[in-house]
């Protein structure tokens, strides 16, 4: 489970992500300037507030290209939200189409992505990645994570923990994203971060004992927190322009 930092070398990433539309350069200009426009006159002293006072907060859309069950994927969201949460940041899951969809304004799988906003691919099997070694999944920062859903149900069958497969999967989901949180060289020696899983960490995460150190916690929020502060800082441009075309 390796962190990749250049796009475009996995064969489903330019079908599925374009990333000349990344994050927070790119928004819904129309949407986010009415928007703020409309709540900065009524709450002037609080709008920009929320980025500094809330809780670290992301937004992970998922698109789920397997014959993973939704029962399953949704216990794989409440372990990767119940381990992200023992670090200190709050998941909101957002289970996207895995195929084209009807153009619609209102769904949010269709906007723009935000500062705040992490994609999570469930794939199949990496057989046909360049990356041979990445058993797991991988990592594409800033904001894009692929985790093998077949590789993790293999897994879980050999160690006759078949009905564990949410828990693994939610763990390896978890470790993904802690790629995108932590940065490069974010592999550890313990925890969830470990870049070798073996039959020690698999007892540990079905056991829930899995998790992000103290320490990796810290910077899991301190980056949440600065991604809340871009769009924060983003949303205030929008309202300023917004009144300043009035």
Same mark, same amino acid.
């Given at each position: 489970m390796r962190i990749i930092r250049?796009?475009?070398?996995?064969?489903?990433?330019?079908?599925?992500?374009?990333?000349?539309?990344?994050?927070?350069?790119?928004?819904?200009?129309?949407? @986010?300037?009415? =928007?703020?426009?409309?709540?900065?006159?009524? %709450?002037? #002293? *609080?709008? !920009?507030?929320?980025?500094?006072?809330s809780s670290p907060t992301i937004r992970i859309r998922v698109n789920n290209y397997t014959q993973a069950s939704p029962t399953m994927l949704a216990g794989a969201e409440r372990e990767a939200g119940r381990i992200l949460g023992k670090a200190g940041l709050q998941t909101v899951w957002?289970?996207?189409?895995?195929?084209?969809?009807?153009?619609?304004?209102?769904?949010?799988?269709?906007?723009?992505?935000?500062?705040?906003?992490?994609? @999570?691919?469930? =794939?199949?099997?990496?057989?046909?990645?360049? %990356?041979? #070694? *990445?058993? !797991?999944?991988?990592?594409?920062v800033p904001v894009l994570a692929s985790v093998y859903y077949d590789y993790v149900a293999h897994l879980a069958r050999s160690d006759n923990a078949e009905?564990?497969?949410?828990?693994?999967?939610?763990?390896?989901?978890?470790?993904?994203?802690?790629?995108?949180?932590?940065?490069?060289?974010?592999?550890?020696?313990?925890?969830?971060?470990?870049?070798?899983?073996?039959?020690?960490?698999?007892?540990?995460?079905?056991?829930?004992?899995? =998790?992000?150190t103290p320490q990796q916690a810290r910077l899991i929020q301190a980056e949440t927190k600065t991604r809340m502060k871009l769009q924060t800082a983003s949303l205030r441009g929008l309202a300023t322009a917004a009144v300043d075309s009035r």
């Open positions: 250049t796009p475009g070398q996995h064969p489903a990433l330019g079908d599925f992500f374009c990333f000349e539309q990344l994050p927070w350069f790119r928004l819904s200009i129309m949407a @986010l300037a009415g =928007l703020a426009g409309v709540i900065s006159f009524a %709450f002037p #002293e *609080t709008i !920009f507030a929320s980025g500094a006072d957002l289970d996207c189409p895995a195929g084209p969809s009807a153009s619609d304004s209102q769904d949010p799988c269709r906007k723009a992505l935000e500062a705040t906003d992490i994609v @999570l691919r469930v =794939l199949s099997e990496s057989s046909q990645n360049k %990356f041979q #070694e *990445t058993a !797991f999944g991988f990592a594409v009905f564990e497969i949410p828990i693994i999967l939610g763990c390896v989901i978890a470790h993904e994203i802690g790629h995108l949180l932590l940065g490069s060289n974010s592999h550890a020696d313990s925890g969830i971060m470990q870049g070798h899983w073996e039959r020690g960490q698999i007892r540990q995460a079905t056991t829930g004992t899995l =998790l992000f």
